[in-house]
């Protein structure tokens, strides 16, 4: 890894040289989403919209997996960490989301064996070492996680590992995209596509997107040069009139991606329609194991009875997931809803929409954030 | 039948001696009995040695002190895990985190105790390398660690060792530090960069995968500050208003805490707070932000503008403050909050940390 960040991507002067190049060539306003939960967080914690034009605005995207993990299967995982044989490990960052009732925090301290991995072969590792647990793994995420969620699956059977088992809840972004431009009140007009999900995927899927519904999509990175690059170059496209798509993360991306990863994505897992909190079913957006992987599947392993899931009356994360409102516009913002309490899931995750707000810049902005 | 008058063949005492358990604490450890009297004799006796100490009483009789001083006392428990880390390990750590809460407060420490909690099981030579560890750190602070006690719980309910330790020390009366005293154009030192205790745990920890040469910045800070207060001299009071060690929650949850304290806004520069290129690596890959990683051998300082050469000079003249840093300064603008200014020429909110740091997805 380049240790250098502070001093190359987040160079101040060629970071301002790109901010007047995009004030030059904006002559009206433009919403632009970023899909990436993490360039949200990257937008918010570098204050890059303050230093853009007020006619750039950005519509925050679906693209945080901590956030659109559906209630029903959060609830499973409660229900699945809680039983007595059972080690449940997850990324740090699913432990305070809520559930219906409660979070992976409080079943731990009920006595839950909830551990915290930072890779689904750290928890292999734990069910070879625990040959009389069941060891699941929380498997959420893009596209980024899928190959090593793959790998786990493909190591556990071949070295006959089998009380271990995945809670899947993959989601992919091609089809979220069309979901949102399939929208009527959509307002999204170009695509900054997240860099990390290109690094596994290439962007051949997109081409079709941005000729089908005549959007720019620039694959864009993290670091505050990226973005604004990415931006730059969305701009470029909106007020020329073309929509193509466009690699502005070529440091790490290419058309085709990583081959052999979507080969071992391909071999273990199937795509599925999926649930996504404060969205709804979008059809063909998420990959389930396929039917030969079935005992490594902890949704058929455990009998998890039927769950009523209730989510709080309050929270408008739905409309905040599809840039319809900003987090600041909800009443409980800051107010009822904080990372302490969270109602919703967008407050949960740094890169939540509302979390970054909350973090960064609940004073900055908007009259009512002051009284926050 | 054997002959009665034949005589018996004595092989010596039969009578079975007990263990010496001399390897590993048991539950008699703590028993207050001979099991707890031969620990203390040849663990703790053996490093910490004073005469205080050596009384031998239910309680220790302190000298007097100067009517101008008033009497500073703090307390802290420390349950670390791991108890070694690079740089350091939990008695190090107990002693310096206590050592730094008084000085802190602008007294000078004098005495700790310590109370220790052991888990059955620990090994002998561990704890006595942890007791030696605290008799170096509280000679190199120059404090006498003057009463203690010991307890011992089964196996299964303590993480091998705990140790409470807390703190006296003396303050002249005329001098006046606290969260709440932070004045509006005061400067803001930071002693030294962040994050290196916080980095240095995960990775001892071993779930990292991946390591670095980095060592947690453990160290009492009491020469240090005592120099800082010393320079900070002035006629009305001291340059110092307020002084604070940035532990759990790091340098943004104490910048917060005396924002609130003193109803004053704050702002930092980023390009001027310093932190190693590891940690700012090792926080990239984790989602973490080096201003919420823990400390514990940095104190900030909030100083009169007119004195923060001098104070800055004499951070810097000290082993361990030799990288402090002018980082930011303290402002009416909105008060109770901490606002950091990007070295991309932005501004934004930095918060007190909620609940435990929790690495991110990807």
Redesign the interface.
């Known amino acids: 890894?380049d240790?250098?960040?502070?001093y190359g991507f987040?160079d101040?002067k060629l970071?301002?040289a790109k901010v007047r190049q995009i004030q030059k060539l904006v002559t009206r306003p433009w919403a632009i989403m970023e899909i990436c939960g993490?360039q949200t967080h990257s937008i918010?914690?570098?204050?890059?919209d303050?230093?853009l034009p007020p006619e750039i605005e950005f519509i925050h995207g679906p693209g945080c997996?901590?956030c659109v993990t559906s209630l029903e299967l959060i609830d499973k995982a409660l229900q699945i960490a809680a039983l007595p044989n059972v080690i449940f490990t997850s990324?740090?960052?699913?432990?305070?989301v809520p559930g219906s009732k409660g979070d992976l925090f409080s079943v731990k301290a009920n006595g839950g064996d909830v551990r915290?991995?930072?890779?689904p072969l750290?928890s292999l590792k734990i069910a070879q070492e625990n040959p009389r647990k069941e060891v699941v793994f929380f498997a959420?995420?893009?596209e980024?996680?899928a190959p090593a969620n793959a790998m786990s699956v493909l190591q556990a059977e071949a070295m006959g590992i089998n009380n271990f088992s995945l809670l899947v809840s993959h989601v992919c972004v091609p089809p979220a995209m069309r979901a949102i431009l399939n929208s009527p009140s959509n307002r999204v007009q170009g695509f900054l596509a997240a860099g990390?999900v290109c690094t596994v995927m290439g962007y051949w899927e997109y081409i079709p997107i941005a000729e089908e519904y005549r959007v720019p999509i620039v694959v864009t990175g993290f670091e505050?040069l990226d973005i604004l690059e990415g931006v730059y170059r969305v701009v470029r496209q909106l007020e020329g009139g073309t929509h193509e798509v466009e690699n502005a993360y070529s440091r790490l991306v290419t058309y085709e991606g990583n081959q052999a990863a979507q080969k071992v994505i391909q071999q273990v897992f199937e795509v599925c329609d999926r649930k996504w909190r404060g969205i709804g079913t979008i059809p063909k957006s998420g990959w389930k194991l396929r039917d030969v992987y079935l005992k490594f599947d902890a949704e058929h392993r455990f009998d998890t009875h039927s769950i009523e899931t209730q989510e709080s009356p309050l929270c408008i994360a739905g409309l905040v997931l599809q840039g319809l409102k900003k987090p600041y516009e909800c009443s409980a913002f800051g107010t009822l809803c904080?990372?302490?309490n969270p109602l919703g899931a967008t407050m949960v995750?740094?890169?939540g929409a509302c979390a970054a707000y909350?973090?960064?810049?609940?004073?900055?902005e908007s009259p009512k954030m002051n009284h926050v | 039948m054997s002959d009665e008058n034949q005589p018996i063949d004595f092989l010596g005492a039969y009578c079975p001696l007990p263990l010496t358990h001399s390897e590993q604490i048991v539950i008699g450890h703590g028993s207050g009995g001979r099991l707890s009297y031969d620990l203390i004799r040849s663990v703790f006796a053996t490093h910490l040695t004073n005469p205080l100490l050596e009384q031998g009483d239910d309680g220790v009789a302190l000298p007097p002190i100067d009517p101008e001083f008033e009497i500073v006392v703090s307390t802290d428990s420390h349950v670390i895990s791991p108890i070694f880390f690079p740089g350091g390990d939990i008695g190090k750590l107990a002693v310096c985190g206590t050592v730094n809460d008084i000085a802190v407060m602008g007294a000078k420490p004098l005495y700790l105790t310590a109370g220790f909690i052991l888990e059955e099981g620990l090994p002998v030579d561990v704890l006595e390398f942890i007791v030696s560890s605290m008799a170096k750190s509280a000679e190199e602070a120059g404090v006498a660690i003057v009463a203690g006690d010991t307890k011992v719980v089964e196996r299964g309910k303590g993480d091998g060792i705990f140790i409470n330790t807390s703190g006296v020390g003396i303050r002249p009366r005329s001098l006046h530090i606290s969260g709440r005293n932070a004045k509006v154009g005061d400067r803001i030192i930071l002693s030294g960069p962040l994050g290196e205790h916080g980095v240095a745990v995960l990775q001892a920890r071993g779930?990292?995968?991946f390591l670095s040469d980095l060592q947690s910045d453990v160290a009492p800070l009491n020469h240090l500050i005592a120099g800082a207060l010393e320079a900070g001299m002035q006629d009305r009071g001291n340059a110092i208003h307020t002084m604070r060690d940035p532990t759990r929650g790091g340098l943004a949850t104490t910048l917060n805490e005396i924002a609130r304290q003193s109803n004053v806004g704050i702002v930092i520069n980023e390009a001027e707070i310093p932190i190693q290129?590891?940690v700012?690596?090792v926080c990239?890959?984790?989602?973490f932000d080096p201003l919420y990683m823990a400390n514990e051998g940095k104190c900030v300082f909030i100083v009169d503008p007119e004195g923060t050469d001098r104070v800055l000079k004499a951070i810097r003249a000290d082993r361990y403050g030799s990288k402090a840093r002018v980082i930011g300064e303290v402002v009416s603008d909105?008060p109770q909050?901490v606002?950091l200014k990007?070295?991309?020429?932005?501004?934004?909110?930095v918060?007190m940390l909620?609940?435990e740091l929790?690495?991110?997805?990807?």
């Open positions: 890894m240790t250098k960040l502070r987040r101040t970071v301002q993490g918010k914690k570098f204050g890059l303050q230093l997996p901590v990324y740090g960052d699913m432990l305070r915290v991995v930072y890779s750290d959420i995420g893009f980024t996680t990390h505050p904080t990372p302490q995750s740094s890169e909350y973090l960064y810049s609940r004073n900055l | 779930d990292l995968g290129e590891t700012i690596s990239e890959m984790l989602g909105h909050k606002l990007t070295m991309i020429g932005s501004t934004r909110l918060d909620s609940g929790l690495p991110r997805i990807c």
